[in-house]
């Protein structure tokens, strides 16, 4: 199981067991586990390497529609995104025997501890694995403006970091049992910041051994400008959208990108028709416009068009 999924799964599971789900998730992942080793052609499109991973996506996504619960469909749906086609059956048993002993742990009243071989590997390792986790947290907030807090919160508690020499030592020494830290971060934010946050900063000291605890919290912040970036939708439309037209698009926008989106239009007649959407790197060019240019780029070189040029020229 690639570390993406694998700190995208613990803050599922987390998630999961605070709302009493944990079992339902479990055997949610259980019967698609099952379903993908029994089915010939689900597995087929699921672990064909030239299918999009995002077309993986849709199709999990479609599948666990009113199926499941929404946590087990987003999990379920991550994991044909972000794993390896060829791999996805693996990974998905191994959510399962995860998301058990989540149920498990969490039916008893306990946290489920992350093992030693949940934590291997070095820098690049952690980072994905707090990557993960940051995606699925992020999912979970609505609104652009929570977000913001995030950033804000986990820029302002670096800085406290890094200006407090014994916290510094305290929250970085991995002589102290990671229990503690975690502790000890909860105490220290409880009631200050977002859950949100303070799960970040808690996750950070459980992703495995880093050296510079400063630096990964910053990055993770910047993980949060990130998120932000996704979560504006900017539309140029070559007419006014209609309310039915507008909920619509939001409703497409959100499906494509995962997560709620902020969609701000801008009405362009120079479109012609159609619209054009950016949200974060990702540009999806509809217009009448752009089709046009496309099409002049096409034909430019044609013989059949420079005969034309040609011809005119003659009769002139």
């Known amino acids: ?103 498990d742990a969490s039916e008893a009243g306990q946290v489920r501890p992350i093992s030693a071989e949940e934590l291997l590997g070095g820098r690049t390792a952690v980072r994905e694995r707090i990557r993960g986790y940051a995606d699925r947290l992020f999912q979970e907030v609505d609104g652009l403006e929570r977000i913001d807090d995030i950033e804000d919160e986990l820029v302002r508690f670096a800085r406290t970091v890094d200006s407090n020499r014994t916290l510094r030592r305290a929250l970085g020494n991995p002589s102290t049992a990671v229990a503690q830290r975690v502790a000890l971060v909860e105490d220290l934010l409880r009631g200050k910041v977002l859950p949100a946050t303070a799960r970040l900063v808690a996750y950070v000291l459980k992703a495995g051994h880093i050296r510079d605890l400063v630096g990964t919290l910053e990055w993770v912040a910047g993980l949060a400008a990130e998120e932000r970036g996704r979560r504006v939708a900017e539309v140029r439309s070559a007419v006014e959208l209609d309310d039915a037209e507008y909920l619509r698009l939001v409703e497409a926008l959100e499906r494509t990108a995962g997560h709620p989106v902020e969609v701000r ?20 060019d509809g217009s009448v416009r752009h089709r046009l240019d496309r099409l002049r780029e096409t034909l430019a070189p044609s013989t059949a068009l420079r005969d034309m040029s040609t011809l005119e020229h003659d009769r002139s």
């Open 1 to 103: 199981m690639r570390d993406l999924l694998r700190g995208y799964a613990t803050a599922i599971f987390e998630s999961a067991a605070t709302v009493g789900h944990a079992r339902r998730v479990a055997s949610d992942l259980g019967v698609f586990s099952r379903a993908l080793h029994e089915s010939d052609p689900l597995r087929n499109v699921l672990t064909d390497v030239a299918i999009a991973p995002r077309a993986r996506r849709g199709v999990v996504h479609d599948l666990l529609e009113g199926k499941a619960a929404a946590e087990s469909q987003a999990l379920a749906s991550w994991a044909a995104l972000v794993e390896p086609a060829a791999e996805l059956p693996v990974a998905v048993l191994a959510l399962v025997e995860l998301a058990l002993e989540t149920a």
């Open 265 to 284: 239009v801008q009405i362009e007649p120079s479109l012609l028709g159609g619209m054009a959407v950016a949200i974060g790197d990702t540009v999806i």
